[in-house]
C-alpha cells in the first residue's frame, strides 16, 4: 500500500529506478551510505509509507480469516490442497510437520496481531496444535514424524530440518496462548535438536535422520522432499521459481549448489525457530545456542563480496552461486539478522544485514518486473511465487524503519505494490500461489488459482504472515528492541 502523501516521492525514486535499468544498467543498486544502525524513524514517518492497521486487517481478512474457516479439520488435521474456492484438490490427505507446523505458527501470530480475541482462531489453534502433539509426535524416540495421514497414522517417520517448525509453533502457541505445557514441549524439542542434530555450532544443521536418530547418508540434504502419492505433473518445491536471476545456477538441487551435495549448511529455519523460543521464554540455555550459532555466522560470512554463504563441502569451502535463491539464502537472511538484533544480539549484524541486501538488489533485483524473477536458470520465464517477493518485501521494509534506510523504500513499495496487483485473490478471498508474466491467469489452467498445496510448490500462509507480522511488530507505536544482551 503507498500511501497517498508519500505518493510522489515514491514515483519520483521509481522513475529513477526505472532509468537506471533502461540506460543500460542490468539491475538496480541500493546506496552504500550507513546510517547509525539503532535509528527507529519516527511514528509519523512510518505511517507515511505503511499503515499498522491496514498490516492487521489485511493478513487477517485478506488470507488468514479463510485458511482458518476452511483448512483446519475437527481434529486438527490442517489440509493444505485447497483450489481457489477454498475446497479440497486432488485425493491427498496428508500432513507434513513442515505444513503443519507453519500453519499453526500462522495462525497464532494473526490470532496475536488481533489482540487474542477471536475465539475462532483460538480453538482452530488448540485443535491444530493438539493434532501435532498427539498425532505427529514419537513418543519412543522424541521429535515429530516427517509426515502423516489426517487420521495421524504414520507415512513417513523420519526426522528432518522441518522440525524447526515444530519448534517455533509449539514455542509461539505457548506464548501466546500461556500455556507452559507447549513451552515444555518446545523446549524438550530443542534439547533433542541440538544434541541430536546439530553441526558444530549451527542448531540443527546435521541433515536427516532415521526415526531412531540414525543419520541418513548424504550430506546436509540427505533426504530429498518426497510425496508418496504425487500427480504424475507435480514438481518439487525447489524446481520453483525461487526468483534466481537468469543464466545463474538455478533452484533444482542439481544446479543450487553448482552440481555438489553439500556436506555442510546453515539451516535458516533453524535459527528462526531458535530465536522464536528465546522471544518466548529468555531462556539463557536458548541464548547460549543462538550465541553460539552468531559467532559462526560472522566467521562463515564472505565479507569480500557481501553475503553469508548457505552450504560448504567437506572443507567448508562455499558451494553454489552466491545469488542462487535470493529470496531465501539473501533476503531471507538480513531479516533474521535484524531479528537476532532486535533480540538483543550485538549491532554489528545489522552492518552484515546491509551488505547483504545491497548484495541482493544489485545483483538479482528486477526492476521491470518490480520483484525477483521470472526466469529460470536457462533464462525463461518461469511461474513467480510470492515467496521471494514477501522476503524482498520484509527485509527492505525492516531496514528502512528500524535502521534509517531511506534508499529501500522504492523496492519495499514497487514489489509491495506487484504483490498486491498479481497475487491477492479480490474475488474469492487469500493469495494465488503463481504469477507468470506474458499470460493472463485464465491462460495458465487451473493450477493458477490454487491456494495452497501441502508439499510444494509452497506451504501455505507462512510467508505472507511472517512479512506482515514482522513489520506489524516494527510499527507498533513507541516499539523499542530488546536492551542488548550482556553476552553478546
Known amino acids: 500500500m503507498i500511501c497517498p502523501t508519500r505518493l510522489s516521492t515514491y514515483l519520483v525514486a521509481t522513475v529513477a529506478l526505472v532509468s537506471m535499468a533502461a540506460a543500460g544498467s542490468p539491475q538496480t543498486t541500493a546506496q552504500t551510505s550507513r546510517p547509525n544502525v539503532n535509528t527507529r524513524i519516527p511514528d509519523w514517518q512510518i505511517q507515511e509509507h505503511i499503515s499498522h492497521d491496514?498490516?492487521?486487517?489485511?493478513?487477517?481478512?485478506?488470507?488468514?480469516?479463510?485458511?482458518?474457516?476452511?483448512?483446519?479439520?475437527?481434529?486438527?488435521?490442517?489440509?493444505?490442497?485447497?483450489?481457489?474456492?477454498?475446497?479440497?484438490?486432488?485425493?491427498?490427505?496428508?500432513?507434513?510437520?513442515?505444513?503443519?507446523?507453519?500453519?499453526?505458527?500462522?495462525?497464532?501470530?494473526?490470532?496475536?496481531?488481533n489482540g487474542k480475541k477471536n475465539e475462532e482462531y483460538r480453538d482452530a489453534i488448540d485443535r491444530a496444535a493438539n493434532f501435532m502433539v498427539t498425532k505427529m509426535h514419537d513418543p519412543q524416540h522424541g521429535g515429530y514424524y516427517l509426515r502423516v495421514g489426517s487420521d495421524g497414522h504414520v507415512i513417513q517417520d523420519s526426522k528432518t530440518g522441518y522440525q524447526s517448525f515444530a519448534l517455533y509453533s509449539l514455542a509461539t502457541v505457548g506464548r501466546v496462548t500461556d500455556n507452559k505445557t507447549y513451552l515444555n514441549d518446545a523446549m524438550a524439542l530443542f534439547r533433542l535438536i541440538r544434541d541430536k542434530m546439530s553441526d558444530g555450532p549451527l542448531f540443527g544443521a546435521g541433515g536427516s535422520y532415521t526415526r531412531d536418530w540414525k543419520k541418513i547418508p548424504g550430506g546436509a540434504f540427505s533426504l530429498a522432499i518426497e510425496r508418496p502419492n504425487a500427480p504424475s505433473d507435480f514438481k518439487d518445491a525447489m524446481g520453483w521459481s525461487s526468483g534466481t536471476p537468469p543464466n545463474t545456477p538455478g533452484p533444482k538441487f542439481g544446479t543450487l549448489f553448482g552440481g555438489a551435495r553439500p556436506a555442510h549448511c546453515i539451516d535458516l529455519h533453524m535459527f528462526e525457530a531458535m530465536m522464536g523460543l528465546y522471544y518466548a521464554t529468555k531462556s539463557p540455555e536458548v541464548w547460549k545456542e543462538m550465541q553460539g550459532e552468531l559467532s559462526a555466522i560472522s566467521r562463515l560470512f564472505d565479507y569480500k563480496i557481501g553475503y553469508l554463504p548457505n552450504c560448504y563441502d567437506a572443507n567448508w569451502k562455499p558451494v553454489g552461486a552466491p545469488t542462487a535463491n535470493p529470496g531465501h539464502f539473501l533476503f531471507e537472511w538480513a531479516s533474521e539478522l535484524n531479528r537476532a538484533v532486535q533480540l538483543g544480539a550485538d549491532p554489528k549484524f545489522i552492518d552484515l544485514g546491509n551488505r547483504i541486501i545491497d548484495f541482493a538488489i544489485s545483483k538479482t533485483y528486477n526492476s521491470a518486473i518490480g520483484g525477483l524473477g521470472p526466469y529460470s536458470a536457462q533464462g525463461k520465464p518461469q511461474p513467480m511465487l510470492w515467496w521471494p517477493q514477501c522476503e524482498v518485501v520484509k527485509a527492505t521494509g525492516l531496514y528502512a524503519i528500524l535502521h534509517g534506510r531511506e534508499d529501500l523504500w522504492p523496492y519495499f513499495h514497487e514489489t509491495l505494490d506487484f504483490i498486491r496487483d498479481n497475487y491477492f485473490d479480490t474475488q474469492d478471498g487469500g493469495w494465488f500461489e503463481w504469477y507468470l508474466p506474458g499470460k493472463t491467469r485464465a491462460e495458465q489452467g487451473a493450477r493458477a488459482y490454487f491456494k495452497g498445496s501441502v508439499d510444494g510448490p509452497e506451504w501455505g500462509a507462512y510467508h505472507p504472515v511472517m512479512l506482515f507480522y514482522q513489520l506489524w511488530l516494527a510499527t507498533t507505536p513507541n516499539y523499542k528492541p530488546w536492551p542488548r544482551h550482556s553476552n553478546s
Request: proline share 2%; net charge negative; charged share 20%.
Open 54 to 113: 491496514w498490516l492487521t486487517d489485511t493478513i487477517t481478512h485478506g488470507l488468514m480469516d479463510y485458511w482458518v474457516k476452511n483448512s483446519v479439520a475437527p481434529n486438527g488435521f490442517i489440509q493444505e490442497d485447497l483450489n481457489r474456492q477454498w475446497k479440497h484438490w486432488g485425493a491427498q490427505e496428508e500432513a507434513t510437520i513442515n505444513g503443519q507446523g507453519r500453519q499453526l505458527l500462522s495462525m497464532t501470530l494473526v490470532y496475536e496481531m
